[in-house]
């Protein structure tokens, strides 16, 4: 089977060679730089201890310092599978979610066909640089010379004119017998309606041309020379070697000078790159003439795991920062991410570096915002938010965007992060004493340094009367819920946010369970890397017991602390469960205080809407269906117990 040309560039552009090779090894990482994609690993093709195997995900490479065997993912997937190479281009395909062309008895043709359109767009580049030092180019030599760019820069990014004559290129190459097909094949010239002889497609204009990642030019961009003329810049149309959603300008020397330690920089234009890799930006890109797409944007992580999104700072750059901001949120994942720069009002990289110097640009790059900042200006720059109603608006706003986000980890950091952020933009002016936890006192009373102090509750005070707040006597099954609940907020600090009013309101009565809770929200509002280390620091007696539990132990989202999605799902039903036992408890005692005055159908139907309200909590979908059965029958049975008892005693009185 003959693939087409062009299939395994962009498989191996989609494929990340360190996610292929770790199924098979094990990362060493005190050697291994995960944001560069540097990986090292001992060699999986001979034994050793050390870590000589080394891959780089930017090059799509892998070499063994000590065997020396080396390739990339395809060959690896051939040596340690076993795989033939067909099998192994099917393999990576379905990962990286590209359908296999079909067996094609004609693919050997068309891969000709593209290999001849290269060669005739190799052609008209050197006739569009000839051009450049002929008199009709005069205008075109003086506006690079004022853009400063130099012979050598035009020479390396092989710059040209096409003089504004109708068949000046045409005849020129079907002059050297190139076919007239293969012109306009290309994208250099273009059929007129009427059947006439084709035409040039850019005339008067100064020709950018545009490579894929192996060099080879795939189609043009042109910058008029006319101010009146109605496209500013004109690039080629899609054609079998150019499909401008899949390209990006300057993407070979990009990789290789990222690769060297530069920054990958996404610019919006021809001129913007080359300004930024004349100032020493060598790893600067361009999407061509339209807005990223996702094809492109796994292009560039392909390239670094943090490209810095450069932009105009006009209102067209911020629109078009946004649109690269929500097409990146569902992609997000650890590691991997964007960083943005917006430039002065009126300013573009190029404007930026000839005022200024390429002193202002690295001083821009260098203070780079990260996504999470351009997300939270977006929905609140020149808002007002001094209502309940503006602020539950923007919390479902960020709810929703957040919820985009496909990977559970990133997810919740960019909740808590938001939620930080809107804490200081509302100031709830909560103040929590700092060692509050240490021992919570019934009647707002907490040890502090060594002493009692009184509790500064804050926004506690208008929860009191809730169903979670009023906890009640202690019950056993109470107990072991809330060593469910607090264990789960210690191994996954993150849920925390996503329940901080049911965390506020509830109060646990196990011995040590409610001060843990209030250390945990405590800690909670501070986030970071060290947040066990501090955990453990101020309560690690605490923690290791409660951990310790059987029932603790054993639980799923305890034990696997990657899975911050079964935690949220088992902290939500934990919480929904105790609140629903306590509703019931205090609806029965309240009722038991009705029937000592006249039992009425009134207080039989609250008893039936706690139990049936006990019973909606009570199911998960953990919980098997017989099971279901029987509780909800046991549970139905005891109330009714209850009542008749009760109004057997009222008739006896």
Known sequence: MSLPPGFLDELRTRTTLSRVVGRKVM??????????????????????????FHVDDRKGYYYCFGCHAKGDALSFLRETENMGFLEAVEALAREAGMTMPA???????????????????????????????TGAAAAARDYLAKRKLSDAGQERFGIGFAPDT?????????????????????????KPEDGGAPYDRFRGRIIFPIRDARGRAISLGGRAMDPNARAKYLNGPETELFDKGRNLYNHGPAREAVAKGAPLVVAEGYMDVIALAEAGFGGAVAPLGTAITETQLQMLWRISPEPVVA???????????????????????????????????GQDPDDLIRAQGAGAMQKLLEGARPMVDLLWQR?????????????????????????????????????????????????????????????????????????FVPFEVGAYSVTRATVLASAGQS?????????????????????????????????????????????????????????????MTEAGDTVEKLLSLPHVSIAPPVRNADDPDLALMCLAEELAKLEARRGARAEIEDAME????????????????????????????????KDMGEDRAALSAHLQSLIDKEIWRKNRS
């Open 27 to 52: 990362w060493d990482n005190r050697k291994s730089n995960q944001a560069k994609g540097d990986w090292w690993a001992p060699c999986p093709f001979h034994q050793e201890k050390s870590a000589s």
């Open 103 to 133: 067996r094609d008895p004609q693919a050997a043709q068309r891969a000709d066909r593209r290999t001849q359109l290269a060669e005739v767009m190799d052609e008209a580049v050197k006739w569009y640089r000839l051009q450049l030092r």
């Open 166 to 190: 109708r068949q000046g290129l045409f005849q020129a190459l079907t002059g050297k017998g190139i076919a007239a097909d293969l012109l306009v094949d290309a994208g250099l010239c273009a």
């Open 311 to 345: 932009l105009d700072g006009d209102k067209a750059g911020i629109r078009a920062a946004q649109r690269v901001m929500d097409l990146a949120l569902p992609l997000l994942e650890a590691g991997q991410g964007l960083r943005f720069v917006i430039l002065p009002e």
């Open 379 to 451: 929905e609140t720059e020149g808002r007002s938010f001094d209502s309940p109603e503006r602020r539950a608006a923007l919390e479902k706003t960020f709810h929703e965007v957040t919820h985009k986000i496909r990977d559970g980890s990133i997810r919740s950091h960019y909740e808590q992060e938001l939620k930080r952020l809107q804490r200081d933009l509302f100031g709830t002016g909560w103040q929590r004493p700092q060692k509050a936890w240490q021992a919570a006192r019934p009647g707002g009373q907490a040890r502090f340094g060594g002493k």
């Open 475 to 535: 019950d056993p099954e109470d107990l072991l819920r809330e060593a469910m609940i607090l264990a789960i907020c210690a191994t996954h600090p993150a849920c925390i946010s996503r329940f901080e009013s049911q965390m506020e309101t509830v109060q646990f009565t196990g011995e040590g369970h409610d001060a843990l809770r209030l250390l945990l929200l405590h800690l909670s509002h501070e986030p970071g890397p060290d947040f066990r280390d501090r955990l």
């Open 594 to 625: 009705d029937l000592a005055g006249l039992a009425d159908e009134g207080v039989t139907w609250r008893l039936s809407q706690a139990a049936s309200a006990r019973h909606r909590a009570e199911r998960s979908n953990l919980d098997d269906a």
